[in-house]
């Protein structure tokens, strides 16, 4: 049976705090209209994908921010977090095999939502201006 998702929420945010006011602002939607989902686990979750985004594409220029979107099938007791980027990506996603070692400085943030979510992917939406949407089940 596949998902039966229901948008219920979407918000652009951009600079500044614009990690913290995502965060914020997904977690009291997930509390109101997704409470099989751990809020504390969640807050993790949002500020990794919306961290990358600034990190690795045009999000995090001075005019740049981030598309979130939250969708839920409540038959399946399943919410997607999506976190669309504003593109020119130099890079994809990729979940480290295997814990980074302790000299490594990034790479812990994906495996991380990995651990907590159910599923996590991603989709390149433009192959020009590398639109990344990444997306996690929980």
């Known amino acids: 049976m596949s998902p039966r998702w229901t948008a219920f929420g979407e918000n652009r ?3 500044p705090r614009l990690v913290r006011r995502a965060r914020r602002w997904a977690v009291a939607r ?13 807050a ?3 500020s990794e994908l919306v961290t990358n985004a600034l990190r690795h594409s ?17 038959t399946t007791r399943t919410m997607r977090l999506v ?3 504003d593109g020119h990506s130099k890079t994809t996603p990729r979940i480290p095999a295997r814990h980074p070692t302790g000299e490594t400085v990034s790479g812990h943030g ?8 159910r599923d996590l992917g991603y989709s390149l939406a433009s192959a020009q201006e590398r639109f990344c949407l990444v997306w996690a089940e929980m």
């Open 30 to 42: 997930v509390r109101a209209s997704a409470p099989w989902v751990d809020p504390d686990d969640f």
């Open 110 to 117: 994906l495996l991380l939502v990995a651990t907590l979510a």
């Open 13 to 15: 945010f951009s600079h």
């Open 58 to 74: 045009a999000s995090g220029y001075s005019d740049g921010g981030v598309d979130v979107r939250l969708l839920m099938d409540g």
């Open 83 to 85: 976190v669309v980027d």
């Open 44 to 46: 993790v979750v949002v």
